[in-house]
């Protein structure tokens, strides 16, 4: 009985927090096709298209150059510090990608940008980081770990007789890495690719901030449904309706054709046991590669974060860096004059915390279901818990903002009345990242049921227990380690999320994610970079405590 009432639970909340917004939008936009298509053909829609696709394709080009030499130096050589090295460059993924943008609007502002005025002292030009170049820049930095990992962890994995017979058979090691290596790698590589061009399609933050300070805005498609439903949200909604399911068959469409591409490149050995692989001897080349590395660390984490350190610290950003103009002022005024920072802190660590605890349990339950029960509902189970993550949170917003714009009420068997107004409330925002990263709880918690024998749980039920007490005393505490990891996994971006908390936030509800937006957009940066060094120093401290209970296994 409880684990039939549990699983028509959360069927029950999938289909009502997934399925009816994801089908109401997609029959809002096949009830209106005349309008669907009208929207689409729009100038400033098919622009903002093109710049998506040109974003998405830029940014992948960056994360390939940087990431797949930087993954082969730190997963296949001779380098020095290899894992230290791997652990810095992985710095970057980990501060939000709008943060990043803040502290590049503080350097490559055209008008007073700091590292602009140091250039145009020693008479060269600067840059600006309002244009699709400087978009492409703060995201190819940001986004570049996850080929790094993607490169470094195939490599570690690959057979390496062949390159040793090809060394043997007189190729150079040039030809063993670009015959050999590299296209045993490609099928990695081509996963992280994928992430990145969902996660690049998907990104609201760093467009909507490098694009709010351009005369001629170069908006993209997620940036043009903020706009369509912010300047007239009844007129709009047609039109960002339409524009959301471009975004939608971007969003699933691109990792189904990398994934479809990664199953024609499949690369096996014929040996019936793997060696281990040799590291490459660089040399020489160690020298170039330990600069090359530092180069990317510098200028993607540290660059980046001393600039919002400093920027937070002046009192006046037009008098330059002196000592005189730097103090605390601005902590001051965010933390003790504006009740606004507080509440939204309050907000995000309450909503990061209940979410991610359940997570944790749906997760279990969930992967529990699949793992020990493998039926064909189990298992879909699964997959529609995992689906969420690959839609575009403006997508997964919008349906959601759709769907309970107004409440909603269900009649139960004629007798229970079911009430939902969620709008404006901080119900749909938990709602909203629960759907979203709901997926990491599940990956941890089947990661660790394989791992764990199934006798225990046997033996548990047979002594007479329950199945609900097996789960507690038995299962729970075996994947203590892996769950821990899942709560903290879902904790840190459900903190800093900013793409759905943008379109779902009410006047009542602020949030880390949209306060600092806000503060950035409407012309207080110094406060912005205050609130920033705040979540940076709250996520970087969660991923502490990450690797803390687990050994290091998880986090950075």
Known sequence: MTRRLTLGSLWAFFALFVFVP????????????????????????LQATARTVALTLGVTLITLLLGVPIGWLVGRTDLPRARAWRTACMLPFLIPPYISAIAWISLLNPSSGLLNRGLANLGLPGGDIYTLGGMIWVMGLAYTPLIMVATADTLARMDASLEEQARICGASPWRVFSRITLPMATPGILGGASLVMAATAASFGVPYLLASGSAEPPTVLTTRIYQTLDLDPATGRPAAVALCLVLLVLGIGIPLLMRRMVGRRQFTTVT?????????VLGRARRPAQVLLGLYVGIGVLLPTVTILVTSLMANFGRG???ANLGLGHYRTVLFERPETLRSIGHSVLLATVVA???????????????????RAHRTLSAVASLPYAIPGTVLALGMLLTFSVAVRFILADRLTVHLELMDT???????????????????????????????????????????GTLRR???????????AAFFLVWIPAFSEVTMSILLTGPDTPVVGTLLFHLQTYGDPPAAAVLAVLVMALVLGGNLLLRRLTGGRLGL
């Open 22 to 45: 994801l089908g109401g939008l997609l029959l809002r936009g096949l009830t209106s096709p005349a309008l669907a298509w009208q929207a689409l053909f729009e100038p400033l829609h």
């Open 272 to 280: 019936g046991k793997a060696t281990r692989p040799k590291p490459f």
């Open 321 to 323: 860096l002196t000592a």
């Open 357 to 375: 605890a359940v997570a944790v349990v749906v997760g279990l339950l969930v992967s529990w279901l699949a793992d020990r029960e493998p039926t």
């Open 426 to 468: 901080l119900w749909i925002l938990g709602i909203a990242y629960l759907i979203k990263f709901l997926a990491f709880p599940v990956g941890s918690a089947a990661a660790g049921l394989k791992a764990t024998d199934a006798s225990l749980e046997q033996a548990a039920r047979l002594s007479g227990a329950t199945w609900a």
């Open 474 to 484: 038995i299962t729970l505490p075996l994947l203590s380690a892996d769950l821990a």
